[in-house]
């Protein structure tokens, strides 16, 4: 949910639904697993102490990570620059899960029968809602729903594309390689993990130290399928968009460009705001 803060405009609202985020995630957790008695009180405390340390410990790093973007946002970029950048993104995942791992493995130990079928029935809502975003109508219509949403967060960031742009961004997009059929077994897999890993955890009772890395584990298969076919796969789309980035930028006039630094230098200022607060 923290990137998405970025892209709201106002910066004044951004702090706000920021500071509010632990509430926010606690009702999409409870959304899923429909919380009961003791969690009620614990999650969000839990919740709490992990924003509290995500604005110290994390805002800071993304602040170097926007000064350097601001850099290359004013010259042509490197295919290179834009995968190593892209990479200290998703390394930084791992923090973050590190960081929630003891709340998540309290949880998975303190959940019901009955919250874990609420989980399933929602986990399956989830995957019927995706398949009808990515999954139904023809190879044309989804692709033009793809297209529809690249264009609209390249955008959103550089401003109005013009039709030269978009005609291209339509070829990228079209041309990335994305197997729905890997992409769907894997989101399967990774949910059948899940439900069977609380399963497991909960079945055993095991120590907080056990649960937390089964939680561990867990979470690095999600961001590493053990599938190697999917971990192929997704490989391949992160590469290709790291050219396509690369595309887009050394494509934009300098209006687009003024209009990115704008954005970076409006997300490093709301940043920097609230570190302050801490």
């Known amino acids: 949910m923290i990137p998405l803060l970025f892209s709201l405009a106002g910066c004044s609202f951004v702090q706000t639904v920021y500071n509010q985020s632990h509430e926010l995630v606690y009702w999409w957790v409870d959304s899923y697993v429909d919380l009961q008695g003791e969690q009620r009180q614990t999650v969000p405390v839990d919740l709490l102490a992990f924003q509290q340390w995500h604005r110290q410990e994390q805002l800071p790093q993304y602040i170097l990570w926007l000064?350097?973007?601001?850099?290359?946002?004013?010259?042509?970029?490197?295919?290179?620059?834009?995968?190593?950048?892209?990479?200290?993104?998703?390394?930084?995942?791992?923090?973050?899960?590190?960081?929630?791992?003891?709340?998540?493995?309290?949880?998975?130990?303190?959940?019901?029968?009955?919250?874990?079928?609420?989980?399933?029935?929602?986990?399956?809502?989830?995957?019927?809602?995706?398949?009808?975003?990515?999954?139904?109508g023809s190879a044309a219509e989804r692709l033009e729903r793809r297209v529809k949403k690249a264009v609209e967060r390249s955008e959103d960031f550089y401003g109005r594309l013009d039709a030269a742009q978009r005609a291209a961004l339509t070829q990228w997009v079209g041309s990335a390689g994305l197997d729905v059929a890997i992409s769907e077994a894997e989101r399967l897999r990774r949910q059948r993990d899940m439900l069977d890993t609380l399963q497991k955890i909960q079945e055993s009772r095991a120590p907080l130290e056990a649960a937390q890395l089964e939680i561990r584990q867990l979470v690095q298969r999600s961001l590493q399928s053990p599938e190697p076919a999917h971990l192929a796969h997704s490989q391949r789309l992160i590469r290709h968009n790291c050219r396509q980035l690369?595309?887009?930028?050394?494509?934009?006039?300098?209006?687009?460009?003024?209009?990115?630094?704008?954005?970076?230098?409006?997300?490093?200022?709301?940043?920097?705001?609230?570190?302050?607060q801490r």
Request: with cysteine; net charge positive; proline share 3%.
């Open 67 to 136: 000064q350097t973007m601001q850099t290359m946002a004013r010259q042509d970029v490197q295919e290179e620059q834009v995968c190593q950048m892209q990479a200290q993104f998703i390394a930084s995942l791992d923090d973050l899960t590190r960081q929630i791992e003891p709340a998540a493995a309290r949880l998975a130990l303190s959940l019901t029968p009955a919250q874990m079928r609420h989980l399933r029935r929602k986990l399956n809502r989830s995957h019927e809602d995706w398949r009808r975003e990515w999954v139904e």
């Open 246 to 276: 690369t595309w887009l930028h050394n494509t934009t006039t300098p209006a687009q460009r003024q209009k990115a630094l704008e954005r970076l230098q409006f997300y490093e200022k709301t940043a920097r705001n609230l570190v302050a």
